[in-house]
């Protein structure tokens, strides 16, 4: 875990020598200023200096300022370290999933997937830097304080150290419980976080069949389920945390005492034992600081390893080999299951330059994943072969194709917030500007999220010149026709006859009107 972190804070370098700098200063001034409080209470006790007295007290009013200031800093140079370096491990997760099989990727609740990404990412980076910056200036100032603490008064200082040996086998009979309690908290937030997840992403659907009442009872099912667990490492903790409360009222007992009877034999000066209270109040923190390190390893060590999971899955194979140009594509006893159930069997076709192919056929004929195949989505999950110009799909990159020289039209086509512009010159590879005024004929202003604002036809227009903004060679286009009017309609197919010369487009249509302009029909039904 520290190697996996320390690669994404190390991108960080000057903010993190800043924050080390700044975090030692602050450690040094924690340690002076009981010190100095000291001082000034044995001048109270014993002598009448005021002008010395008055030193004291500037001196504690700037050190005061101080700690402020590099506090300041310190939470500062911290966030943008945490939260930067989450982030990039944030993305580089999600640019891994983009790259794996969407079979693979469609096992998991994405509600649960963008909940436990985003958490465990951040509560990594958080407890890292926590570890590097804390545990060395802990150490600093523990370290110091003792020795500062043996000197004032030797018996404190071996009853200190004592304590601490407890604490640490206290803590090495519960850390696997620990781990295995924050493991299941983590799990179960998860899962309910994706049931919350569920009722948003379905809210059309929800209203639609008026289905208000059954989605509550579910998530109260999935609450019901997560509170279960959270009551019952709730109540593990709180054990835990209250034998650790009663070794530290046991120590608090011997510090007064054994601080009070010195002090009352004179052994030690009013001041010598407020010194002792105010670092004994830090050592105890820095104790339990040791102590909870190891508890938030393994409660980070879950989060870790989760995020290990994901970046262990398996990319989707991706050949080298780059097309210039595609003539055809060629299908060779294709099969694909999924789930058990066979949606394509022994499928043969050869789609050619220049020819406009219709596919159509009932709902789970198995249309869409063809398209899926042909685009290289599923390479590796398949029986049969699929070739691009007498090449098997397997040795091209065809993520470099999806790019380049395929271009597809979804169903529902997806829209960015913003204009119009940016929704259709996506990448450098969308550069043809000729189609635009054929079929974006009023002006559309600024699209809202999800395409807020925007009509059926408005969005199915964007896409389609979308879709020929880039120079592909294979066409693709799901239901183009489904929301435009008949005079957009007439258009589209016009522009089809004119361009089918430089390229093999396919339809997925239940459209009749398309069969005006195939060439070829396919009839996934009748397969």
């Known amino acids: 875990m520290f190697k996996f972190c320390g690669k994404y804070v190390s991108t960080y370098k000057k903010q993190l020598i800043l924050y080390l700098f700044i975090s030692t200063i602050s450690t040094i001034i924690t340690i002076l200023i009981p010190i100095y409080w000291g001082k000034i209470i044995d001048l109270i006790t014993t002598s009448h200096e005021i002008h010395t007295l008055i030193q004291l007290g500037c001196i504690v009013l700037i050190l005061g300022l101080l700690n402020i200031l590099t506090r300041y800093w310190n939470n ?112 179960a937030r998860s899962v309910f976080f994706g049931a919350l997840f569920t009722q948003f992403r379905n809210t059309k659907y929800i209203k639609q069949h008026a289905l208000e009442n059954l989605f509550k009872d579910k998530l109260r099912q999935e609450f019901n389920i997560f509170f279960k667990i959270a009551l019952d490492v709730q109540q593990f903790f709180y054990l835990y945390t209250s034998a650790d409360n009663i070794l530290e009222t046991i120590v608090n007992f011997c510090i007064y005492i054994l601080g009070g009877i010195s002090v009352i034999y004179g052994n030690m000066t009013i001041g010598g034992f407020t010194i002792i209270l105010n670092f004994y109040n830090n050592i105890i923190s820095s104790i339990k600081y040791f102590v909870n390190l190891g508890k938030e390893y393994q409660d980070n060590n879950v989060s870790y390893m989760r995020l290990l999971s994901y970046l262990n899955l398996s990319e989707q194979k991706n050949g080298t080999e780059i097309l210039p140009n595609i003539s055809t594509v060629s299908c060779k006893n294709l099969s694909f299951s999924r789930g058990g159930q066979e949606i394509l069997q022994g499928f043969n076709f050869t789609f050619h330059k220049g020819e406009i192919y219709c596919i159509q056929g009932e709902n789970g004929s198995g249309k869409t994943t063809l398209i899926d195949l042909l685009v290289g989505l599923f390479i590796g999950e398949y029986d049969g072969e699929i070739f691009y110009n007498d090449i098997n799909i397997e040795n091209l990159d065809m993520s470099n194709m999806r790019q380049c020289k395929i271009s597809i039209l979804e169903q529902d086509p997806y829209l960015l917030e913003g204009s119009l512009k940016e929704n259709i010159y996506l990448t450098k590879e969308h550069c043809e500007n000729k189609y635009y005024p054929r079929f974006i ?79 070829h029909t396919i009839d996934m039904s009748l397969l």
């Not at 966030?79 to 982030?87: D, E, K, P, V």
């Open 76 to 187: 500062r140079f911290y966030l943008i370290i945490q939260t930067n370096s989450a982030m990039d491990i944030n993305a580089d997760i999600i640019h891994h999933l983009h790259k794996i099989s969407l079979n693979e990727l469609q096992k998991y609740d994405i509600g649960y997937l963008s909940e436990s990404i985003n958490s465990d990412s951040n509560s990594i980076v958080m407890f890292f830097l926590s570890a590097l910056i804390n545990a060395l200036s802990k150490s600093i100032f523990l370290i110091l304080s003792l020795l500062i603490l043996c000197m004032i008064s030797l018996n404190i200082g071996i009853v200190l150290l004592f304590f601490i040996g407890i604490y640490i086998l206290f803590f090495l009979c519960f850390r696997y419980k620990l781990m295995k309690k924050s493991e299941a908290f983590k799990n």
């Open 441 to 519: 004929k009023k002006e559309i202003g600024s699209i809202g999220k999800n395409g807020d604002g925007i009509s059926g036809g408005e969005r199915q227009k964007i896409g389609i010149v979308r879709t020929l903004a880039k120079h592909g060679d294979l066409l693709i286009f799901d239901e183009p026709t489904s929301a435009l009017d008949q005079e957009s309609k007439a258009e589209f197919f016009d522009l089809l006859k004119e361009i089918k010369k430089e390229k093999i487009i396919i339809f997925i249509s239940h459209d009749s009107d398309l069969n005006i302009v195939a060439d």
